[in-house]
């Protein structure tokens, strides 16, 4: 399967509002950081996303705006012991290391 690149999009066309499998990849200019992030947050979905940077700090930074369950900075590791699962209509559940497990816990407290 060809890679299928899409640019020129903005981010109210539906193929930036949709999910979209393929390998597809759509480009969405953006003028400044914070309107990168808006872009990035005016998601219904928010399971994954991706910053790439040379300032690592600056990524650190713009990945903690971001509303998704995992954030990459320039790559794509995995990590077992961190959480796997998303925001917004990706759902509030965890799998993986102690948020996954906590989700399986019933805390009770007995007061005298």
């Known amino acids: ?24 990849l759509c480009v969405i200019a953006y003028d400044s950081e914070g309107e990168a992030i808006r872009i990035a947050n005016d ?14 700090e600056r990524a650190r930074l713009v990945a903690s705006q971001i509303r998704a ?3 990459m900075i320039n790559g794509m590791t995995d990590d077992p ?16 290391g102690r ?4 989700a399986f816990l019933e805390p009770k407290a007995i007061l005298e």
């Open 1 to 24: 399967m060809k890679l299928t690149v899409f640019v020129n999009v903005t981010n109210d066309m539906t193929i930036a509002r949709e999910e979209i499998f393929g390998p597809v």
């Open 43 to 56: 998601s219904k979905y928010g399971l994954h996303a991706a910053v790439l940077g040379t300032d690592l």
């Open 81 to 96: 012991q961190a959480p796997w699962g998303g925001f917004k209509y990706f759902g509030i559940g965890r799998e993986y």
């Open 69 to 71: 369950g995992r954030v």
């Open 99 to 102: 948020y996954g497990i906590e």
